[in-house]
């Protein structure tokens, strides 16, 4: 057989390709945690003799298909292959197609074992072990060799015409990536230096921390070496992931270029939606039952994912699998586009998504990816968001006023362990004098309380499996959320408590947190895991600080392309004079509104004026309005949905004048592409640290112990890093031209100003 022909896939994936049938079913009924399941499978396979074989690697060829996985356990003395699988509650309501599975991948470990050992015949058990009540249910049933042959060749049939196609795609998709060509006819000044720098780090199979500034085109200079590299590093799938939808949709721009230069690439792209999005019926519950789209929908599916990849190929349309185009195939199929999406996930080349696909705890990407021992290539736009959104990713709080409303509603069974997390919660607070404080280690009775209410809340779930509460299950994932990180707690999080007056006056409310504040221990194994992990953004500097707080390799390469900008294209001023501490900000405004007054009538034009928080914004707004009342002017407001965000920006065309006013760090802040005379200006009326509050005081006093530079780890990065963001809106080509003022003495100190662009003079 031809090494190169050979297609391998995990028992699993072959199972699940093969023998799923039926109805997608995603009612509530709470399931083991990873680390529940961990130890569930050490439970039952310490309870067995010392003969018995853990994790037996399995493997075996039919045709092209190398099948191979990792059976639980074998009991050789009694000629018993075992495939354990946790669970909560009542055994008989797992649904049949569930079931069936399980024996599918029983019944193809046992072939594999058989022909590895020679055995005529087997007993197969599925082992359900109850995590709850610690008991076992064992599922028996012989098989000869030649009837577990007999199955294993009949699943491999039913994939291999899946498998030929499959294996056609990935030739023809590498022989057209080693002849792929760059998109345009040149490479924009610095683009070349970041395409040959993650080109480089794919070849070497390292990590890569790119800073690149706005404007050279970091996605099509980022992907196409990624692909390019892709053929000759046998890479099966690149993720492309952003912090937001403009950075997805500039990632899937950027794959239409590619494609349209190479018109017989087969290059299969899906983008990845929430599910909140991704649902057609929002108002039903996911299950046959409710929804229509989940009917049968494992029954309709393979004609489905067949059309959606068909649509892929460069005879056909060649679109990309989108939001839209996904919808219109699913309903075109009567089934759910969301896990169309999720399950086109293993058969794309391409998936653009949020970084959540990949670096949360439960992201699919990464699971995906470890059960099909795939090779990655991960691209993270935007990668100065990194920090911020992993330390959310592996947070959790809980209110106590959620938990005294869920108390009063809560079924009768669950009072009583509800109550003893209230009883417990309450004497947190009670012996605590401050506001906040922050704790050395977590409350182990409040910790416990917790975790018996959760086991009692999933009891009660799958013992009631209609009954449907958003408030339980709100505190249940939370409280999920929260025992799991509870696991892995250390000086990487904070565990803290804060007290503050509640909503009425019978009742203050309380946050218990545990706040991650360095993400590294949960990032670093995903950047392992990948071939390439490519972090690229205009602020990623000190580079040391996102090396440290993300845990990315010591090997991990750097580079900072240099500007394709001049000095002479933007005028950037110091605005010495003026101080927008917190103590000076009302003396700050009238100096401010004259700036901004003199810079309008010296220039006229579009401009943006950023601003620390919407209180200062606002008095900022009104005291340019009373001073300079012909001078237009718009607002950001809270909570913009993304109608007004639209309208905000549609009021910068090339012909408009005036200023829009914005807070630091948020909606306008970065992700926004006004070029030429549609935006000609940016006044940035603060350094943008963080506030100075107990949770920042006690972040920095972490960052100083494990670094040595708490203060600018804490405050100064992250707040210089928005103020680039900011000003780096007003020069977007190299044709444009503008001004910038920094408004604020200490933007005079060497310090901060090593910190901004090299290629800014600053007046």
């Known amino acids: 057989m031809d090494a190169m022909k050979r297609y391998t896939i995990a028992v699993r994936a072959l199972c699940e390709f093969t023998a799923k049938t039926g109805d997608l079913d995603l009612r509530f009924t709470p399931s083991p945690t990873a680390q529940e399941g961990i130890a569930g499978h050490a439970t039952v396979t310490a309870r067995r003799g010392s003969n018995y074989q853990r994790e037996l690697a399995l493997a075996g060829d039919y045709g092209p298909l190398h099948v ?190 590619i494609r349209a230069s190479a018109a017989l690439l087969p290059l299969r792209t899906l983008e990845l939606v929430a599910r909140d999005n991704a649902c057609v019926h929002p108002e039903l519950a996911c299950h046959g039952e409710s929804c229509p789209l989940a009917r049968g929908f494992y029954d309709r599916l393979p004609a489905a994912r067949q059309a959606a990849l068909d649509v892929c190929l460069p005879a056909q349309q060649q679109r990309i699998l989108d939001r839209q185009t996904l919808q219109d195939i699913a309903l075109a199929h009567q089934i759910c586009p969301y896990y169309l999406g999720s399950e086109l996930a293993r058969w794309c080349d391409v998936i653009v998504g949020d970084y959540n696909y990949y670096f949360d705890q439960s992201a699919m990407l990464h699971g995906l990816t470890v059960m099909n021992d795939w090779k990655v290539s991960v691209l993270v736009d935007e990668a100065h968001n990194m920090v911020s959104r992993a330390r959310k990713m592996y947070s959790a709080d809980m209110s106590h006023s959620s938990l005294r409303l869920l108390r009063k509603i809560a079924p009768e069974a669950l009072k009583k362990p509800l ?22 280690e977590l409350p182990e009775k409040w910790l416990g309380a917790l975790q018996t209410a959760a086991s009692a809340i999933s009891d009660y779930q799958n013992e009631h499996p209609t009954y449907n509460e958003p408030l339980l299950q709100e505190f249940y994932f939370n409280a999920l959320q929260f025992t799991r990180l509870a696991e892995s707690f250390g000086p990487h999080a904070l565990f803290d408590i804060e007290k503050r007056a509640g909503r009425s006056s019978t009742h203050s409310d309380s946050t218990l947190c545990i706040r991650n504040i360095v993400p590294a221990p949960y990032l670093a194994p995903r950047f392992q895991l990948s071939h390439c992990s490519a972090l690229f953004s205009a602020t990623l500097s000190p580079w040391n600080y996102f090396h440290d707080l993300l845990g990315m390799p010591d090997n991990t390469a750097w580079v900072d392309v240099e500007s394709p900008f001049v000095a002479e294209q933007l005028s950037v001023k110091v605005a010495a004079h003026i101080s927008t501490r917190y103590q000076q900000r009302q003396q700050s405004l009238l100096p401010i509104a004259h700036l901004m007054g003199q810079q309008y009538a010296a220039q006229r034009g579009n401009y943006l004026a950023f601003f620390s928080s919407f209180d200062y914004m606002e008095k900022a707004a009104q005291t340019l309005a009373q001073h300079y009342p012909d001078i237009p002017q718009w607002s950001q407001t809270r909570r913009m949905d993304e109608a007004a965000r639209v309208d905000f920006l549609a009021r910068y065309t090339p012909d408009s004048c005036g200023i829009g006013f914005a807070v630091l760090g948020g909606a306008f802040g970065e992700g926004v592409d006004l070029p030429g005379a549609r935006l000609i200006g940016a006044f940035v009326a603060t350094l943008g640290l963080p506030q100075v509050n107990p949770v920042n005081e006690q972040i920095r006093q972490r960052m100083d112990s494990l670094f040595g530079a708490g203060y600018d780890y804490t405050y100064t990065y992250p707040g210089m890093q928005k103020v680039v963001q900011a000003a780096g809106r007003v020069i977007r080509t190299q044709t444009d031209r503008g001004t910038v003022y920094l408004i604020d003495d200490r933007f005079d100190r060497p310090e901060l100003r090593a910190l901004l662009p090299a290629w800014w003079h600053v007046a």
């Open 68 to 257: 191979r996985g990792r059976a639980d356990g074998y009991d050789g003395a009694a000629q018993r292959l075992e495939e354990i699988k946790t669970y909560r509650g009542d055994l008989a309501r797992m649904p049949d197609n569930q079931r069936q599975l399980h024996w599918a991948q029983a019944k193809v470990y046992g072939h594999l074992l058989c022909a590895s050992q020679a055995l005529t015949q087997i007993t197969l058990a599925l082992v359900y072990f109850d995590v709850g009540s610690q008991k076992e249910t064992m599922l028996q049933q012989e098989y000869s060799a030649a009837e577990l042959k007999n199955y294993f060749e009949l699943q491999c049939e039913r994939f291999l015409q899946w498998a030929a196609q499959e294996l056609a795609h990935r030739s023809a998709r590498d022989a057209q990536l080693e002849q792929l060509a760059f998109p345009y006819a040149g490479f924009r000044p610095g683009q070349r230096e970041l395409a040959a720098a993650m080109y480089t780090a794919s070849k070497r199979g390292v990590c890569l921390l790119a800073q690149a500034p706005t404007g050279i085109g970091k996605s099509v200079g980022s992907l196409f070496p990624m692909l390019k590299a892709a053929a000759q590093q046998q890479t099966d799938k690149v993720f492309f992931l952003a912090a937001k939808t403009p950075g997805r949709q500039l990632a899937l721009d950027a794959v239409q270029v």
């Open 419 to 440: 109550d003893r997390v209230q009883r417990q919660w309450n004497q947190l607070v009670k012996e605590q004098q401050a506001d906040y404080q922050a704790y050395a």
